[in-house]
């Protein structure tokens, strides 16, 4: 199970990411503190790829926050 993998060495890396528990599923979210956006995580067991995507729920303006802030991230 990748995503429980990853979320065990983000534990161990002393992360900041707020983690929950990690399901039997092929995808994981984390919450980046703010309730418009966001991360999936995905895994593809047939191919042995994750796959990570920010996800904004119709906000333009965090969007073009994230864009100007894009060098720091």
């Known amino acids: 199970m990748p ?3 990853f979320k065990e060495y983000a534990q161990n890396k002393s992360s900041q990411l707020k983690l929950r528990k990690a399901y039997p599923q092929h ?3 984390i919450s980046i ?3 418009n956006a966001y991360i999936s995580l995905t895994a593809n067991s ?3 790829l994750m796959a990570c995507e920010i996800y904004i729920l119709d906000s333009k303006d965090l969007f073009y926050e994230l864009e100007t802030n894009k060098s720091k991230i």
């Open 27 to 29: 995808w994981y979210d």
């Open 33 to 35: 503190g703010n309730s």
């Open 46 to 48: 047939q191919t042995n």
């Open 3 to 5: 995503l429980a993998q």
